[in-house]
């Protein structure tokens, strides 16, 4: 008996290790870094899955708009931003310091804005970044995170209306896309939104296009139904088209100021926040060269070959426990 026993939590132990590093291999949006300045971790970020980095996988799930089961719980202050300049994205598995996301989570990056006031329903969202796939380096998106430990830099549009707004970030992962979503419990792209809040400032009179999440992804696009280990040439980016500058018509009507919201913090060369640390952002939205913590990068990325990962994966996700972090 005592042998059975010892072989059992033997068992049981080997099949806890097996299933943390996969817990650990998601992502979230840790902080954001405006005009040079890293703020500190959750700030003007809504509340998520804390603790539960686990990803959406039904495109036509609420939980796409920001990874959330309660879009009523606001962000508890507002960034404030001028258009036309780069805020840095830092995702990380589980706070600084932590590798930004497990390497065979390959896919795109996105961001898109919409009014505060609307509180993401409705058409709109309008995309204003994306990154999918390089033919030529054979490079993801997450490929490029991974290089740069977390750190991305987008652009905010410089003719969009000041005002308030939610700024959505999004990974999409592909390591599972080679089976639409609902084919079985583990097929299907995994996707990690998160929301900022912002206060947007300048002159510009723009507002474009609007989408509605869910409803700009489907299980079937190209995509987002993809074998990323078939040899590739190139890649459709899913989602509505990213928002050209000087395209726009005036079509909204609803970005306005969040007057009730008194705790805006302007963050920039000359403002900065006694949380925060300096960084040497890139001009370039693809081209990172901050210099972030140093972690743990993992292991190599996966290869077609290496399917016992994938295989974990969908033992994994019946551990999932929903629960909710709210900034006091």
């Not at 003007?44 to 686990?54: A, L, M, Q, T, V």
């Not at 796939?133 to 991305?152: F, H, R």
């Not at 459709?236 to 009507?253: D, E, F, L, Q, R």
Request: proline share 8%.
């Amino acid at each position: 008996m005592k042998g059975k026993s010892a072989s059992s939590k033997l068992g049981f132990a080997l099949l806890l290790s097996s299933l943390a590093p996969l817990a650990s291999g998601h992502t979230y949006l840790t902080s954001l870094g405006i005009n040079g300045t890293q703020l500190a971790e959750e700030k003007c970020i809504r509340p998520w899955w804390k603790n539960e980095n686990y990803p959406v996988e039904d495109p036509n799930s609420s939980d796409l708009l920001c990874r959330t089961k309660d879009m009523t719980a606001s962000a508890t202050s507002m960034c404030g931003v001028t258009a036309g300049s780069n805020i840095t994205i830092y995702w990380t598995e589980s706070g600084t310091g932590s590798r930004a996301i497990d390497p065979s989570h390959l896919g795109p990056c996105l961001a898109y804005m919409a009014p505060l006031s609307s509180n993401g329903s409705g058409d709109v969202w309008f995309k204003i970044y994306e990154d999918g796939y390089d033919p030529a380096t054979k490079l993801w998106c997450v490929d490029k995170i991974v290089k740069s430990k977390g750190y991305l830099d987008i652009t905010i549009p410089a003719d969009i209306a000041p005002g308030d707004y939610l700024l959505r970030t999004e990974i999409i992962a592909l390591h599972e896309a080679d089976r639409v979503y609902g084919a079985d419990k583990s097929a299907g792209a995994q996707y990690y939104p998160n929301c900022a809040q912002l206060t947007i400032s300048g002159t510009g009179t723009a507002q474009p296009r609007g989408y509605a999440i869910p409803g700009i992804y489907k299980p079937t696009d190209p995509g987002i139904h993809i074998n990323i280990y078939d040899p590739m040439h190139s890649y459709t980016i899913p989602g509505p088209p990213k928002y050209v500058p000087g395209s726009a018509k005036n079509t909204n009507a609803n970005i306005v100021s969040a007057a009730s919201i008194s705790n805006t913090q302007t963050v920039g060369a000359s403002a900065k926040s006694s949380s925060s640390a300096t960084l040497p952002i890139p001009t370039s939205p693809t081209a990172i060269s901050v210099a972030p913590p140093v972690v743990n990068t993992g292991p190599s990325q996966t290869t077609a070959k290496k399917c016992s990962h994938r295989k974990s994966v969908r033992k994994c996700k019946h551990q999932r426990k929903a629960r909710f972090h709210f900034e006091l």
